[in-house]
């Protein structure tokens, strides 16, 4: 059975960092596509970093020179660096892997606010 579980996650205020966390169990991340999502109220989830099987990253705008996504294979975990951050930040962060099918974490909450 498949388990990614995010953490790190928690109030900021405007301009601070955090890092988030997300470790996996029944699957390996060195050789899925991985990636991390983010849903703000009353609006659609969106992908906000991605690092595929052989290290590539892409990011959405918005992102773009404030976080990084990041993998270490030996402790089958991804993170996301994420500095600067502002309100619009504000968000349910999911991990997400696709290796045949979609898995997704169950989300970690993430508040700018001053």
């Known amino acids: 059975q498949v388990q990614l579980v995010e953490s790190g996650g928690g109030l900021v205020q405007p301009g601070g960092s955090l890092r988030l966390s997300c470790e996996g169990s029944g699957i390996i991340f060195k050789i899925a596509n991985m990636a991390w999502f983010r849903q703000a109220p009353g609006r659609e989830r969106e992908l906000v970093a991605g690092i595929v099987n052989h290290g590539t990253t892409n990011y959405v705008d918005s992102v773009k020179g404030r976080f990084t996504i990041s993998r270490d294979d030996a402790k089958n975990a991804i993170y996301l660096e994420m500095n600067n951050l502002q309100p619009e930040d504000t968000a349910v962060y999911y991990c997400?892997?696709?290796?045949?099918?979609?898995?997704w974490g169950q989300g970690t909450q993430v508040t700018v606010s001053s």
């Open positions: 997400h892997a696709v290796l045949a099918r979609a898995y």
